[in-house]
């Protein structure tokens, strides 16, 4: 009996690689995310907001196209947080978009 509890903590303290969240700072991540959910955004994979999507999010505002990525994406395809990337000029942040073809 002792086993079954044992691979759920593993889980929780994200031993294992198949839990959705494994570090305290995707937890963080995971909570911000259900705050943009409930602020209305809908959120979309990274693939369905690029120009050359073949399957295009629909009803999105196409010169914001990052503002619908998760945290967690956003900072795997950025390398930086969502607040960090929006304190850069604009011409650097258009510039990032671009190389991600998001803009």
């Known amino acids: 009996m002792p086993e079954p509890p044992a691979k759920t903590e593993s889980i929780s303290n994200g031993d294992s690689k198949s839990g959705k969240i494994e570090t305290p700072a995707m937890q963080k991540d995971a909570e911000e995310v259900e705050t943009i959910d409930e602020a209305g955004l809908?959120?979309?994979?990274?693939?369905?907001?690029?120009?050359?999507?073949?399957?295009?999010?629909?009803?999105?505002?196409?010169?914001?196209?990052?503002?619908y990525l998760s945290l967690a994406e956003f900072r795997a395809k950025f390398g930086m947080a969502k607040n960090a990337f929006y304190k850069l000029p604009k011409w650097k942040q258009n510039k990032l978009k671009m190389a991600l073809y998001l803009f």
């Open 42 to 67: 809908t959120l979309y994979p990274y693939e369905r907001l690029t120009v050359s999507s073949t399957d295009p999010a629909p009803d999105i505002n196409i010169f914001k196209r990052e503002t």
